[in-house]
Every structure is written in C-alpha cells, then in structure tokens.
C-alpha cells in the first residue's frame, strides 16, 4: 500500500541522495545537499548499476520516489508535448529537467512510463537554458508555451530542486514565449518574490475533495491549492486549471461543481490564462500495476473503452456529459474563460462546445492569441 | 542455496513399527489435499511397501514425518506393521525432508505446495525471504514475493475454493483474482462458477466483472450472484453448460457497463426495425467512439447483389437509419 506523507512539512520524503561523481561541482548539486543537509549521500560512479538495483525492488516505484538521483542529462531536454494520436492536442513544449514526482497518484501513467524509478535530477542546468534559449530565437514570431509538468511536478521540489527560480527570471526577459508550472503542490511561497513579468502561469490540477483524498496520494487538499492560486494571482501571476483527469463516480456532479465553486470564490477569472479538461484515460498496462499498488482505488470501475490511440477512456457520450456540465459551471461563472479540451477528438469538441479547433496547429494558435491579451 | 542442510541429523535402521503406535491424525509434516490413493493402493496390494516410511519418537509412540499416503492405504488394508525409519531432527529440518521425499517421489499438486509453502511461513516460522530464494525453486516457482503472497493466500482459503483450484486447474493469476475476495464471496462463488464452464480466460473476465461491479456498488459478489436474472440462468433446466456461461456473462457485461449496454440495445431496436434482410449487416463504431455506420453486403449472385442495392438505396428514406446515423444517445 502506498503511504501518504500528508502530515510532513513537506510533501515527500527522501531516505538517500545518490550523487553522481559527474555532478559533483555542479551548483544545482550544491543545492541540493544544502535543502537536504541531514540526508544520507552516496557518491555514483555508474547510475545504470543503480537504476538496475532499484528496479528489482518489490515496491521499486514506491522506494525511487524516497530516493534522490543527482546526475548529468546530455540529450535533449526540450520536447513537444508527446500529446496522443489521432485526437487534437494543444502544441504545448515541455521541459525535462527532472524526473518523476515525490507525490502517487493512482492515475499517474509515469508508473508505467519510467524505466528509472528513482526521483530523477538533472545537475547541468546551463545546457537546458541554452537548449531553451536556441529553440525560442528560431521561432522569433511565435508565442510558445513550456512547461515542467510533464515527467514531474517541478514546484513541490523547488525546495530540494530550486528550477523555478531559474527558470521565473529565465522566462521574464523571454518576448516570444510563456512558461507553465503545473503542479498539486502549494509550494509557492517562493514565487511571491520573483520578478515574473507575466510570462509565468502557474497552474494547479483540481479534482473533487474526495477524489484528492482517495486517489492523489501526498497532494495538497483541494482548498490549500486555491488557497495558493489565490496567493500567486494577488502577486500578478496568470493562473491555469486543469481539470485533468476528470474521473467519473458516483456524485461527480456535485464534487466537480463544489471545486468550480469553491475556486471561484478566492480566485479571479479574469486572470485566468487557460483552464483544460481531460477525462481519465489510461494505456492498458496502467490498470495491473496502478491495480497491484493501490488496491482500493476506483479509478478503473468506470465503463473505460479502447480509444483510437489505445488508451483506455470513457465511453464517449459519458466524456461528452462532464464535458458539458462543467464547461456550463465554468461558463456559469464566466462565459469568456478560455476552455479547452485535452487530448480529445474533433468529434467530442464539436459535441461539447459546438465547433472544434481544425487541428493542432489551429488549437495552438488560439493559445497564442489568447496569451497576447495577457502580454 | 539451502541454509541448512536438507538432510535430518539422525536416523536409525529399518525396523517394523506397529501401525497402532502410530499417529494417524497428527498431520504436522503432512501436505496432503485430495490424495488419489488408487495406483497406490494397487501398487502396495501387489507388491507391498517399496519405501520405508519415516517417523519421528513422541512420548506416546510416533508421528509420521513421510508416508502419510502409504500409512493411509497400509491401514485401509488391514496391515499392522509398516517398515519404517526414525529419524530426529529440529522440526523444519524434518519437514524440509518430507518435502524433498515428496518432491522426487511423486510432486505436489497446487494446493499441496501452497499447504506447504503456508506451513513453512507460519507453522515453522522460516522468514519470508528465506522461503523465497530456498524453497519457491524447489517446487520450480520463481523466486518473488508476489508468488509466495498468491500460494499463501489459497492456503488461506476454504476446502471448497482449494477443490474447485485444483479441479478446474486455475492459473496464479486468478487465484488471485479468487484470493482478493472474502470468504462469504467464496461460499456463494464456488458453486457459482462450479455451474458453469469456464476456461482460463473466461475465468477471468467472469471473476474481473464480478470484482469490478460488487466494489463500484459498494456490495458482496454474492450478492451480485444471487441476483434474479443470473439465478434464472443457472437454474434453467435445459441450458448446457457453455450457454449458461455466455448468458450470465452477458448478464454481468451489462451490470458492469450500463450506459454501454443501453447503446448497444438502442442501436440494436433501431437495426431490427430496418427489417434489412440477412445479406445486410449493420455496425456502430466500436465502442461508439464516433459516428458512422460501417454496412457489410453479402451475395452469391448477381440477382441478390442487385436486390441488395435497391434495399441499400431506400435505407435513407427510413426514420430509424437517420436516427442511426445522428446517433442521439439515450
């Protein structure tokens, strides 16, 4: 059973930082061995031996999210959003500066996607700034949009994994491009003093109270993540939603509309950059091993059908119904928010909001128009 | 490698001990479940006991340590001494022996190895890990904590559920599956799916679907089982075995996905009133995942291909194909 460390000061809980000796120097290590001070460090010569190590542990997903691997990333840290085929994605770009996430929820794909169980941080930071900065001055028109939440949740380790405060200030001086911290942390205390020029939107996934409780394990509750949306937009940051994975059981309707309620009440919409909405979807894999670490999840007891990507989602006239009904919340509040929907075919996007971007590209101009009224 | 050696510290010479000195009830080294005493029966009627029998000395005469089967046929037969060995050792050395003696001689069925593997856990309280890497290569298992957890877990469950494992062969994956349910759910289960033929796979999809419903409505499996429109199925006289089967895992396809099951029944009334004749067969998108309507024609001659092409040309004419088409969901 996965434990929940809800009760700490801090979301997680490390038992060994594993060094690399080629980050030794590297003042992202340095940090690093600063936020942890009392944390046992072990010096790695070969992290494959490791890696290997720690995947014969019974639990090895659970014990590499206790577990801190400091190392060198030489390949490309700046990706498209992998998005999923045959369905309208947004265009989004992610950063890869660490990997995996100290919180367990039991939808999470990176249980299945990782082949390195272990929380995984990359020291040599200037190389992803470069490799940032190269990719933005080909594309001088445009307005991307970046973000951390892909492979981890970047803001909860800012504490031990100070990123934000590179990459804030990093992406204030951008002109072409926004950055996105996606997180289910309320670590933000940080972000208060920085110097964001706008061109940070820092977003929170929302579920309903219960669902958090049951199925996002060491997440922060859903009124401390307001609570915190409150606090950053007071401070001139642009907020985005993402109601993503949407998860169908019993009394969703009253738990989804309770959350869009409760939001609503601290926090301003109209500065609010983009809010999303994803209906749980999951590869095949996903249901054995969430199934084995989290017995009493319910998750999977919705009626999940193979899509055209292979993904597992919800028979599509019971997406198109939360679709509906949450957009009308939303809109109840205010109909100019900017809605979209994640990973979703034409089809379901004409269903629900009556017309549909014509493709990727059209969907993600659109972000760009939207972020310019914000710039 | 074995932490100890697997070989008992004493033993004496063959001797010939009287079966009423024998207890026949204390089953401490014993993994027998459902013995077929038959060959050997037959065997011991024609020639007797080839393999001494190993005891152990108690303060009121001796407890068997191998042989329990052979004992068992022995006095079935009316004989009154059995040729044996005593041996002495610390207890898990003693069944440790037994094990090895059952494994070359004649091996352990599944729900033998899990009485085994339980004994070993928490009757002579050799750790865990231990019984992983020393004993789970023995019985030719792999070596991980999630096969020990799947044999100690049908130790755990009740004669009935240990016969049906072994009768209907069952995989580790379902008994798993059988293993995660409680044993009120077993008491109702096993007779269940005793009235049915099941495969591996079906098996599974039936033990899948039960789970899934009786955890998403918060109730028992056998409360799920004891529902009117499956009872109806397993006391129908005239079914065979493979019908019910189908049926009733109709009938739990459609508890499970409701909203899946109420689409399938729209589209199907909606198909019926087309009386499309048999060469016309009319298919949704799977799962319903998209509009459209995918038509398959067959014909044997040129007579019936035009035949079909006029009914074909007239569809769209007709309410019921429009609505098929528009798809407006229930």
């Avoid at chain 1, 996965?2 to 590297?26: C, G, H, T, W």
């Avoid at chain 1, 001139?236 to 989804?256: S, T």
């Avoid at chain 2, 899934?212 to 006391?235: A, L, N």
Wanted: hydrophobic share 40%.
């Amino acid at each position: 059973m996965v434990e929940n460390y809800d009760n700490r000061s801090r979301p997680f809980q490390i038992d060994q930082i594993f060094l690399d000796v080629a980050s030794e120097k590297d003042w992202m290590a340095q940090a690093l061995l600063k936020g942890l001070p009392s944390t046992p460090v072990v010096s790695v010569r070969d992290k494959r031996l490791l890696i290997k190590e720690f995947l014969q542990h019974p639990d090895s997903l659970g014990s590499g999210k206790r577990n801190i691997l400091m190392t060198r990333f030489l390949g490309k840290r700046l990706k498209p959003c992998p998005g999923t085929s045959q369905h309208i994605c947004c265009g989004y770009h992610v950063i890869n500066a660490l990997t995996n996430c100290p919180m367990d929820c039991a939808y999470c794909v990176l249980q299945i996607y990782l082949n390195n169980p272990l929380l995984t941080f990359y020291s040599n930071l200037d190389d992803l700034l470069q490799e940032i900065d190269a990719f933005l001055s080909a594309i001088p028109g445009s307005l991307v949009r970046l973000g951390t939440g892909e492979l981890s949740d970047s803001l909860a380790l800012d504490s031990v994994f100070p990123l934000s405060r590179v990459l804030v200030p990093f992406f204030a001086e951008k002109k072409n491009a926004v950055l996105e911290l996606k997180t289910k942390s309320v670590e933000i205390d940080h972000l208060l003093s920085m110097d964001h020029r706008g061109r940070t939107i820092v977003s929170w996934s929302l579920n309903p109270r219960r669902m958090i409780e049951e199925e996002e394990v060491r997440t922060a509750p859903l009124e401390n993540r307001i609570e915190a949306a409150r606090k950053v937009q007071e401070k001139g940051y642009l907020l985005g939603f993402h109601f993503d994975p949407i998860i169908h059981h019993r009394g969703w309707e009253k738990g989804y509309e309770e959350a869009i309620h409760s939001l609503f009440e601290k926090v301003d919409p109209g500065r609010i950059a983009w809010i999303s909405l994803g209906g749980f979807r999951y590869p095949p894999p996903l249901k054995i091993t969430s199934g084995e670490r989290f017995p009493n999840t319910r998750i999977f007891l919705g009626e999940l059908f193979p899509g055209r990507d292979g993904k597992f989602r919800y028979l599509m006239p019971i997406r198109v119904e939360m679709y509906r009904k949450i957009l009308g919340w939303l809109h109840d509040v205010d109909p100019a928010l900017f809605v979209y929907l994640c990973m979703e075919s034409k089809e379901v996007w004409e269903r629900v909001l009556g017309w549909s971007p014509r493709n990727t590209a059209h969907l993600n101009q659109m972000f760009e128009e939207r972020m310019r009224r914000f710039l | 490698m074995m932490t100890r050696p697997p070989f008992p510290e004493t033993r004496t010479a063959l001797q010939e001990i009287p079966l009423n000195r024998i207890d026949l009830t204390d089953d401490t080294f014993s993994t027998n479940f459902m013995p077929d005493l038959r060959a050997l029966r037959s065997s011991i009627t024609e020639l007797g006991l080839l393999e001494p029998i190993l005891l152990r000395e108690k303060p009121e005469g001796y407890q068997i340590v191998s042989g329990f089967r052979r004992l068992s046929v022995l006095h079935g037969l009316g004989v009154e001494e059995a040729e044996s060995r005593i041996i002495n050792a610390s207890d898990v050395k003693l069944f440790s022996t037994a094990l090895h003696e059952n494994l070359t001689t004649r091996g352990l069925n599944t729900v033998e190895t899990a009485i085994a593997l339980h004994k070993l856990v928490h009757q002579f309280k050799v750790e865990s890990p231990l019984v992983i890497r020393d004993y789970l290569p023995l019985f030719g298992l792999e070596t991980n904590v999630k096969i020990l957890s799947t044999y100690l877990s049908l130790a755990a469950m009740e004669e009935e559920s240990k016969k049906y494992v072994l009768q209907e062969e069952v995989s580790r994956s379902n008994i798993r599956k059988l293993a995660s349910l409680s044993h009120e759910d077993h008491l109702e289960l096993i007779p269940f799916l005793s009235s049915m033929k099941l495969g591996e796979s079906r098996l599974r999809e039936i033990l899948t679907l039960l789970e899934e419903i009786s955890r998403r409505d918060q109730t028992s499996v056998g409360k799920v089982v004891r529902g009117p429109e499956i009872q109806e199925i397993i006391d129908h006289a005239e079914l065979t075995l493979s019908q019910k089967t189908e049926r009733v895992k109709r009938v739990l396809m459609a508890l499970r996905y409701p909203r899946m099951n109420q689409l399938e029944e729209s589209f199907d009334k909606k198909k019926r009133q087309l009386h499309l004749p048999p060469g016309i067969a009319l298919y949704h998108h799977p799962y319903f995942e998209s509009k459209g309507i995918r038509i398959e024609i067959q014909f044997m001659t040129l007579e019936e291909y035009r035949s079909l092409l006029i009914t074909l040309s007239l569809l769209s004419e007709k309410v019921e194909f429009r609505e098929l088409l528009d798809q407006e969901w229930p």
